[in-house]
């Protein structure tokens, strides 16, 4: 027996186990993996790829963390005239980043030839820590 027909049957049984009005929530679960799958298998152009880059760009997790570290310091005297530059340099760097993913998705949607609102809300899921 192949590991699919084990997960197949292994699946099949699972479905089973279900109360029948939970069905419609797993066939809409299996259409996401499928599309997902759909849409990873696809290469994109070059020009896609290197503006998806930069829409999916964020900061490094040790510059997340340190700001906010520094933005809980702020108003407190424990920010230092060095932290309040370090503060300034990083939200900065938020702002642009920030404008440079909007203008990536602005261009990916003009690329698709599809309203800039329907890349947005592709997008809309990431937070914002997660964007820049």
């Known amino acids: ?3 699919q027909t084990v997960a197949r049957q292994k699946i099949i049984a699972l479905l089973d186990e279900l109360p029948s009005d939970t069905w419609p929530e797993v066939a809409d ?8 799958l759909n849409r990873e298998s696809v290469t994109l152009p070059r020009s896609e790829s290197e ?3 930069l829409i999916n760009q964020p900061l490094l997790p040790e510059e997340q963390t340190r700001l906010r570290q520094l933005q809980e310091r702020v108003g407190t005297p424990e920010l230092t005239p060095a932290d309040q530059h370090e503060l300034l340099t990083l939200t900065e760097k938020v702002e642009r980043t920030s404008a440079d993913r909007v203008s990536a998705m602005i ?3 003009r690329l698709r030839s599809v309203p800039a609102a329907i890349v947005f809300n592709e997008f809309a899921s990431l937070r ?3 964007a820049n």
């Open 1 to 3: 027996m192949t590991i």
């Open 107 to 109: 261009e990916l949607a």
């Open 29 to 36: 679960f299996m259409e996401f993996l499928r599309l997902k």
């Open 128 to 130: 914002l820590s997660d």
């Open 51 to 53: 503006l998806l880059g």
